[in-house]
Nanobody, 124 residues
Framework: QVQLVESGGGLVQAGGSLRLSCAAS????????MGWYRQAPGKEREFVAV????????SYADSVKGRFTISRDNAKNTLYLQMNNLKPEDTAIYYC?????????????????WGQGTQVTVSS
C-alpha cells in the first residue's frame, strides 16, 4: 500500500506557472507507474498525465500537451507536475495516483491509490 499527499496548488493568473508535488510513503513508490488527474466543478475526473515507474516514458492529455510536464524522483518518493502557461480551464482539484500501465500501453493505465487532491485556481 502507498499513501499519497499532494501539495503546491494555489491561485495563479492566466499565463502563470505552478509546480505540484505528490509525496508518497512507503518503500514501494518506484514499483508504481504514476499519474495526475483533475476534476473541475460539475465535471468528471479526467486524466492529465502519466509516467512509467522509471520516469523514462510519459504521456499527456491533449489539453495539456506542451504546457505540462510530469516527472518523478524515486529517491525522494515524489511525483511532480510542472504546469506552465496556465489557462482558466485548468482550474480544478488535482489528484496524484499510483497505478499500473498494462501491456506498456499508456491508454491502459489503471489507477490505484489516490491522494486527497490539491486545488488549482487560474484567474483570467
Amino acid at each position: 500500500q502507498v499513501q499519497l499527499v499532494e501539495s503546491g496548488g494555489g491561485l495563479v493568473q492566466a499565463g502563470g506557472s505552478l509546480r505540484l508535488s505528490c509525496a508518497a510513503s512507503g518503500r514501494t513508490f518506484s514499483r508504481y507507474d504514476m499519474g495526475w488527474y483533475r476534476q473541475a466543478p460539475g465535471k468528471e475526473r479526467e486524466f492529465v498525465a502519466v509516467t512509467s515507474w522509471s520516469g523514462g516514458s510519459t504521456s499527456y492529455a491533449d489539453s495539456v500537451k506542451g504546457r505540462f510536464t510530469i516527472s518523478r524522483d524515486n529517491a525522494k518518493n515524489t511525483l511532480y507536475l510542472q504546469m506552465n502557461n496556465l489557462k482558466p480551464e485548468d482550474t480544478a482539484i488535482y489528484y496524484c495516483n499510483a497505478g499500473k500501465i498494462l501491456n506498456a500501453v499508456f491508454s491502459n493505465y489503471v489507477p490505484g491509490y489516490w491522494g486527497q487532491g490539491t486545488q488549482v485556481t487560474v484567474s483570467s
